[in-house]
């Protein structure tokens, strides 16, 4: 099967140091893939080049078969890859269905118009449906600073999905979250991804959450992908356990 | 719909009262109120620039280009008809700010600022040293004309009034329609947050550079009822001076009610009208202090004190 997602020799580096060297990954449709490593290992590196913030020096990032190295990040969106992010950007000023709304705009017309109001009553209620789909509906007329941390990630992320994406890349969905929260908000969010049949590939540190949600591991360190399996066969490898995991048995 | 209709509503009543109020003011009031909504125009271009994060200090640019087109098309084309004028500058700066706007829309902050600041310059520099257009004398424009009718004295005057409060109102309600469209919203939205709205798919420089194309053409009406109102254009009218003024105004109402832009318009004119008859050397002291109390007591500008009342319609006062 041709998958969604392929890097293909990508490396990148800023100055002397090399923060990515010669990534080979290949992402089946419908696929849940972690992404593990210490900070600095390359995880958020690979996100930031498969959604164009960052332009590789080397190789090749296709999706869906179409070549996307060298887009920039409005491109990829449109093309189907969305992003959260490991600090939840948000509008501040906005309130959370204002927030919703924007991200609705923007993905549902091409071109977002001069004249439509923005404000309307189908729209507002496609807000409110997006935002039930991640339980926010309740938070939907505080401003964002009023919010957890839990909740902020999670709109972040019911942002991203607003546009129907085909892959989705979740830089560390649960940090900063309180430890009670994690599990319901990734119940939360992978329930809502399954249901759209979406890609996902997420960053994580916690091995709880890694072993519970996804379906194969990708460990990085120093730039490199050292395995690639199964949650339990990569988490049992002697190099991930010593240079990740920290768990040497 | 229902926001559609109360605009509407709202800009036929505005219109109304505006001419009925021509009706019945002296003509230096009608003359103050013309050059009051003339610069409005262009401080409603600059707060639409305002509510994406930019500031251009340098819209005299195109409250100069538009003065001079009206000029230069009424002198040696002999056109004076003030409807064919105003198209013709607004048609002038839009082209002019499409060029600029696209390069100016990648920058940011001061940078953006002073840029736009020392293209006027440029502008104002060529003029006045250049003696086919005048040098710093400037140009001297014939009475206009209205569909071929040319009223005299106080007529031309009321005529003027009448024009400047139409274009007025129908430039705010467009605003107004823009401010609350999806573009808006995204607009509102690239001023907290760029980096999400390029990851949801929308492009910050094309909303920006279209922003900035509708606020020249702003600037350019603005200029064009300006120099047909004092019959007259200069070179100052693109001196950094007078931009910092549009930009005043547009601080001073802030970027939350349209009708405070025109409103914080004839203030300033007021109080320069006044003040150079009262105390002629320090009115910008009387301003400035002014603007320190709004800033301190009102930091979203005088428009927040109506956008609160009309904060449930959820639209733009």
Known sequence: MTPVLEAAGVSKAFGAVTAA???????????????????????????NMVTGYITPDAGRISFAGRDITRLDPQSITRLGIRRSFQIPQLYNGLTVLENMMVALTISADRKPSYWKPAKDRSHAERAREHLARLSLNDQRDRLIPEL???????????????????????????????????????????????????????????????????????????GRIIADGAPDEVLADRQVQRYVTGVVK | ??????????????????????????????????????KGLVALGIVGLMRGGLVAFGQGLYFCLGAYTAGLTAIYLGVTDIFALALLGIVVCALVGAAFGAVLATYRGIFFAMLTLAISMVLYGVLSKSMALGSTDGLSLPAPTFLGAEPEGWRLQFYLYAFTSVATV??????????????????????????????LGASV???????????????????VIAALAISHTDPEFAFWTTGGEFVFVAILAGYLSIPAIFASS?????????????????????????????????????GSLVARRFKRTGGAP
Do not use: C
């Open chain 2, 266 to 302: 004839i203030i300033l004119e007021l109080v320069r009208s006044f003040s150079t008859l009262y105390f002629p050397n320090t009115w910008q002291l009387a301003l400035g202090i002014f603007l320190l109390i709004v800033i301190f007591l009102l930091p979203d500008g005088l």
């Open chain 2, 1 to 38: 719909m229902r926001l559609a209709t109360d605009i509407r509503i709202l800009a036929g009543g505005s219109l109304a009262a505006l001419l009925a109020l021509g009706l019945a003011l002296p003509e230096w009031l009608m003359f103050l109120l013309t050059m009051a909504f003339a």
């Open chain 1, 148 to 222: 957890s941390s839990g909740m902020r990630k999670l709109l972040d992320i019911a942002m991203a999905m607003a546009g129907r994406p085909k892959v989705i890349l979740l830089d560390e969905p649960t940090s900063g979250v309180a430890a009670d929260e994690k599990f319901p908000i990734m119940d939360l969010v992978m329930q809502a991804l399954k249901d759209q049949e979406v890609t996902i590939l997420f960053v994580e540190h916690d091995m709880d959450i890694v072993i519970r949600y996804s379906e194969r591991v990708l460990a990085f360190y120093d």
């Open chain 2, 205 to 223: 420089r094309w909303t920006m550079a279209n922003a900035y194309v509708i606020a020249a053409a702003l600037g350019g009406l603005g200029g």
């Open chain 2, 170 to 199: 129908v430039a705010g309600a467009l605003m107004w329609t823009y401010f609350n469209s999806q573009r808006g919203l995204i607009t509102l939205a690239i001023k907290d947050n760029e980096l999400r709205v390029e990851y």
């Open chain 1, 21 to 47: 060297m010669d990534l080979n990954v290949a992402v089946p449709d419908r696929a849940i893939y972690s992404l593990i490593g210490t900070n600095g290992a390359g995880k958020t590196t690979f996100v």
